[in-house]
């Protein structure tokens, strides 16, 4: 049985960040992380429709600003471990696949929480010449402050994001633990249906 982390509530605010594709090999990666959340907070604070749930217009917003920024791949293989490697192609496809529609389906039902939250960046603790780099930020509202931490990756000129913390739980960590449960239970196959299963439900809700 798959696993919802506890802290999916607040998976909302990884979306601030995840808004466009505007990253260049000049931009620090601390400095894109400010400036994208920025937009989508201000995105999500300027439309009705998106705050009341408007399931065309979240998604519109998910597939523009969103899914240019995350490394889905890689998000994906971690996220299932080692049994990655013993997946046939077409099954790392329809992992990747039904993997990000369940994310992109947990963000689009999140974005409407945004209310008046900001974003505080903590230190930078990398080189000017690091490919991969943890930035360490603070969302900040009503209520105690949320810990949301980031793993990036430079490829090319643009950076991507392959995971995310929030209160000290990483993503790809609670569903590979979710994941390699169901495959044991049902083999990789009894796991693309599982997530396929609760997507078709999610569609219909």
């Known amino acids: ?41 201000e995105t999500v604070k300027g439309d009705r429709a998106i705050q009341g749930g408007d399931t065309k217009k979240v998604m519109s917003l998910v597939d523009a600003k969103i899914l240019p920024n995350v490394d889905f791949q890689r998000m994906t293989s971690s996220a299932v471990g080692r049994y990655w490697r013993q997946a046939t192609p077409e099954q790392q496809k329809r992992l990747q696949d039904e993997f990000k529609t ?6 689009a039902g999140a974005l409407a929480q945004i209310k008046d939250q900001s974003v505080e960046l903590k230190p930078l603790r990398a080189k000017p010449e690091d490919t991969e780099v943890l930035v360490r930020t603070e969302v900040k509202g009503k209520g105690d402050p949320i810990q949301l931490d980031y793993r990036l990756e430079k ?26 449960q169901e495959i044991s239970a049902s083999g990789i196959d009894g796991l693309i249906a599982k997530l396929a299963e609760k997507n078709k439900a999610a569609a219909k809700s």
């Not at 982390?5 to 601390?30: E, G």
């Open 155 to 180: 490829q090319g000129d643009a950076w991507k994001i392959y995971d995310v913390n929030v209160l000290g739980v990483w993503l790809v960590e609670t569903y590979r633990a979710s994941f390699a």
């Open 1 to 41: 049985m798959l696993m919802k982390p506890r802290w999916s509530s607040l998976i909302a605010t990884a979306a601030l960040v995840l808004a466009t594709s505007f990253a260049q090999a000049q931009t620090a990666p601390d400095a894109w992380i400010k400036q994208i959340s920025g937009d989508v907070i």
């Open 102 to 107: 369940l994310l992109v389906r947990t963000y």
